[in-house]
């Protein structure tokens, strides 16, 4: 019968622990043994492995006893000592014989039997005995001296093993224990763990390890940041930071399939972690941690790596997530550097090629109430209320009402305290003593409330910055034409009233018309509706609305030029002064002069003040010349218009006065500005940040409003006034959309054989946008200009003749085949005499020229077009002048040529760029084709026939006094261009 199974509560009672037994040492008994055979093994290796190597080890060296015995029994003459090997071996053969002396308990009763015997032969053959103990001596020191040798194999394995993990691991446990000096305790011994002694100090003095360790919280901010990711950053590579927000990453690069006894290795997919763009807070982590591990190698970049902090942060708080965008190329660029170039990159300067390309086109994040870049929006001191937070007890109604006063009228704050919002309606305040601040909520001014206020801009701020202008009479219209209302500079007064009947623009939209209305009326900027107007004489002017050609935009426009051709009621721009109201525009020569200046990699910055025209008043007496009627209601504007002769004037006096303060009071050295377009521009070395900085300031301390998606800067290459302007190439150019327009155009026109007036002067208006960039142009401007008169309506036809169409021919062929790109020119003309440039002509003989050693001598071609006399002369100079563009004119690139001519008519022609002689102008469109091409622009100057004489020698081949004239020319001269190659065709 079975015997019964062992309770669970008494298992294994019945057994007995034998302690012979390798299978119950521990791994310390385990090692002394190995000791014993003369192996010593590592202390970090298993137990299983110590009880395999030492089972192997132990029935070899028996099996080799017993082997060495046998032969020397049978062959005494092989049992020669040898005296060098019985010298070197260790005392561990005396352990290896006592082994085989003293078998275990195992050993000895299976060989009681063999002692037996042995005792019965020392009875019957005692006289051998001596000799078998010699054998037997003989035998133990040929296994002491193969254990010799094992021991030196193993211990250089061991050795090399333990080096091999000391360089891979700076420490670890194996380590920590190693440095202990002290023996592995038995995993279990009498039920109780076994003692250990008190470890060495780690190098914390102010940390006193017990024997097990120590406490886990005696060490804070501990980064948990895998080793490979550690040494990737300590020898400066680029580390992906998200891989320090994920502790202990490690990312194999492959991983193994196995598929019908293939073993194939395949490449892991990147972690998609690592994609994610960071927020600020977490690179802010990420890249203390990263900070960290770089200053416990090299506590020196501290500083460094603190400044590469606080610029993130800085262009965060300008850019937004763009911060991460840099990070990411600057890393990548200063690894690349200290990898192939051996350079190490200074974290702490910012790489303004980098942040330039990454910000290019975007804009700057500003406060959404007063649109400064100090602060951000829940943190400006304008805000229009404040919401009292409740405890989560109250409910959200009752929340709600502490945002509002008794009337339901919302509570508004400034710098901490509320204001009265009696005071900002139009009965004002009737308390006698009222605690609340009496402030305008709209330009944050004391005198007077928003129900009366006539401007958004702080005039007391305002005329506080201009307490130094030297102009006090400016600043007295400015100031007070901003509190009580500007003059429009109408002449005479209006005697009856006057209604016209609206564009049809506007009574074809009359949904946009209401909502365009709507927003002018929530504004302030127009006052309405009313069943009839407040006036004794009034004008209505005809309502429209303008849609932009591009953008889709649509504006209210109040049509003040009508009624037109009305001797009894002039219409209002007929009632002020054209040139009273006239005045000059800064020019995109004007940018590019200073840009030149200041060098390349010029940062810019652009500024954008929104519903510009709308923040300036009119009279109140003037009110009435600027009514309109919408669906039966009236209304009228009490802001400047768009569509009235003076606004403009009017206007461009708070521009003038904004850069007069940025340049006087904040030192902004180069600023320009078209009406309510401003431009600042900085040297290379400065920080165009400041002066972005200092403008919004300036705009949010006089509370003028900005377009916050116009601002932009600081960068090298932004659009301004529809052009281009590229520091960094130093080069403007026309928007590639901007050139396929005009092209569109002009293919439309050459299809027709007439156009209206209205259609030729948008045409007009492209080319004099064009001709901003394409200088060379202009000379084809004013014989389209002049056909634009012949008629006066703008519905009326005009006839496109030859001559016209050659011109738009011209003007399509350049276009199509120019890259709208164009090089800075110098900022002034060079002349002949300075640039080494002659021409010259003798109408019978020939034609020469001469540039800097090079130059040309030909006679007249025998094809050349006959001419009258009052027009050969002029021909003849100015033919020389187009081959000396066509053979040099590459080497003029961003030159402004002023070519020294000794006919008059000649020089007429080149600085007007046009000419009634058809052959004339064949010459003109070759030198403006040649001149756009090559990048440069030229006039012409007139001076004595003497003064060139050089070209006056080659064109009537005087060769020796050319000789005496210019030693150092060539020896040879350029071949001429054919006459085909001259005239334009």
Known sequence: MASRRNSRNQPYSNRHLDLNNPDNWTSQQLRIKLQQLGIVVPKNI?????????????????????????????????????????????????????????????????????????????????????????????????????????????SLIANQKCSEISTSKKFDLAQWYHNRNAEDAPLIGNGAIQSRLTPPSLGYSSITPGTTGVRS?????????????????????????????IPNFEAPLTHSIIADGLHVNMANKPDPRLNRHLSIQEFIQAFGKFKRIMCN??????????????????????????????????????????????VKVDWSLRDRDILSLITAGSSVNVCKICNLIDHATQYCPLQSSVQVESPSSRSSSSSNLQSVDKQGRSRVFHEGREMCNNFNNPKGCYRKVCYLLHQCTKCRATGHGAATSSTPINVDKLEEELSSHPDRNFVLYLCNGLRQ???????????????CKNNFSARSQVKVVSELIKNECQKGFVHGPFQSLPFANYRVS????????????KRLILDLSSPHDNDNFLSINEMIDKEECSMSYVKIDDAIRIILKLGRNSTLCKYDISDAFKICPYLPSQWPLFCFKWQSFYYYYVRLTFGCRSSPKIFDTISQAICHIAEKNYKIKNILHLLDDFLTIDHPSEDGERSMAIMMTIFK????????????????????????????????????????????????????????????????????????VILPGRSFLSYLINLSTTVKH???????????????????????????????????????????????????????????????????????????????????????????????????????????CDNEATVAIVRKGRSKCLEIMKLMRQLTWCAAQSNFHFSAKHVPGHINQISDALSRFQMTRFRKLAPQAEQNPHTCPSVSEVMWS
């Not at 942060?313 to 965008?325: A, E, R």
């Not at 209302?485 to 209604?499: A, H, N």
């Not at 496109?800 to 199509?816: A, P």
């Open 701 to 772: 301390r006089l509370n003028i409003p900005i377009a916050k998606h116009k601002t932009e800067g600081p960068v090298t290459c932004l659009e301004y006034l529809g052009i281009i302007l590229d520091s960094n190439k130093m080069e403007a150019r026309l928007p590639n959309i901007k050139v396929q327009r005009i092209c569109e155009f002009i293919s439309k026109l050459l299809s027709k054989s007439s156009c209206t007036k209205r259609q030729l002067l948008q045409l007009l208006g492209h080319f004099n946008f064009a001709t901003r």
């Open 46 to 154: 298993a137990k299983s492995v110590l009880k395999q190597f030492y089972l192997e080890n132990k029935d070899r060296q028996i099996g080799n006893a017993i082997i060495a015995q046998t032969e020397e029994v049978s062959d005494p003459e092989r049992a020669v000592p040898n005296p060098l090997a019985s010298a070197s071996a260790p005392d561990s053969s005396a352990n290896v014989i006592d082994e085989l002396r003293n078998p275990t308990a195992d050993e000895s009763s299976s060989r009681s039997n063999e002692a037996t015997g042995s005792a019965h032969f020392d009875s019957v053959g005692g006289n051998n005995m001596a000799a078998i103990m010699q054998s037997f001596s003989i035998v133990s020191q040929s296994v002491a001296q193969c254990a010799s040798g094992l021991q030196q194999t193993v």
């Open 794 to 900: 703008l519905n009326e036809f005009v006839h496109l003749t030859k001559e016209c169409k050659v011109d738009l021919e011209f003007w399509l062929r350049f276009l199509s085949n120019w890259n709208g790109i164009t090089m800075f020119h110098d900022c002034y003309f060079t002349s002949s005499y300075d640039f080494e440039l002659y021409t010259d002509a003798a109408s019978t003989i020939g034609f020469g020229g001469y540039f800097q050693g090079k130059w040309f001598s030909s006679y007249w071609p025998v094809n050349l077009p006959t001419l009258t006399d009052n027009s050969s002369m002029a021909f003849f100079e100015l033919y020389p002048i187009v081959v000396a563009a066509l053979l040099w004119g590459h080497l003029w690139p961003c030159k402004k040529i002023l070519f020294w």
């Open 485 to 499: 209302g500007f003059d429009c500079l109408v002449q005479g007064d209006i005697s009856e009233s006057k209604e």
């Open 217 to 245: 919280d005696s060490y804070s901010n501990v980064d948990i940041v895998a080793p490979s990711v550690q040494r990737n950053i300590i020898e400066g590579k680029d580390v992906n930071l998200g891989t320090l927000l």
């Open 297 to 342: 190698a090299y506590p020196e970049r501290r500083e460094e790596l603190d400044a590469y902090e606080d610029d993130i942060i800085n262009i965060h708080n300008f850019h937004g997530l763009k911060f991460y965008d840099y990070h990411k190329i600057f890393s990548a660029k200063a690894a690349a550097l200290l990898r192939e170039k051996r």
């Open 542 to 553: 005809p309502l429209g609305v303008a849609e932009g050609k591009y953008s889709g935009k």
